[in-house]
C-alpha cells in the first residue's frame, strides 16, 4: 500500500515537471470543436482519456472470473441441497422397506439373445490358426 503511494507521488511529481516545461499554448480543433490550452494540459487530458477507455474496455475482463465463480457457487450450493433432499428420500424409501433397506436389489436373469462380452465378439473374429492370446 506504502509502495502505490510512493509510487502515485513520483508520478505527480514527474507530471508537474511536464507541465512546467510544456506550457506552450496550443490550439486542438476536432471537427467543429476547437480548445486553447497549454501543451502539457492537453496531453495529461489524452492520457487521462486514455485511462479512462483502458479501465472500461478491460473492467469486464476482469470480473468475469469473479462473475463465473459466483455462479459455479450458486450451482453447487442448489446441487448440495438436491442431494440432501435425495439422500433423504432414500432413508425415508429404506425405512419403509420390508426388509429394513437391506434387501440386495434383483438379479436380472440372463437371456439367450441379450448382450454379448467383449471377449465373445473378439473370439468370433480371431482364426482358430491363430490361438488364444495372440493378435496378429
Known sequence: MQLMVIIGIVIAIAGV???LQNSVPVTV???FWSYDGSLAMIVLLALALG???IVLVSTPT???PRWAANRQRKEIESLQQANASLRARI???ESRSPQG???AAPQREASPGG????????AQFRSPAQGPG???
Not at 448382450?115 to 473378439?122: D, E, N
Open 17 to 19: 515537471a511536464f507541465a
Open 29 to 31: 480543433a476536432f471537427m
Open 51 to 53: 485511462a479512462v477507455i
Open 62 to 64: 476482469a470480473l468475469r
Open 91 to 93: 432413508a425415508e424409501l
Open 101 to 103: 433397506g437391506t434387501a
Open 115 to 122: 448382450a454379448v462380452g467383449l471377449k465373445a465378439i473378439v
Open 134 to 136: 495372440r493378435e496378429g
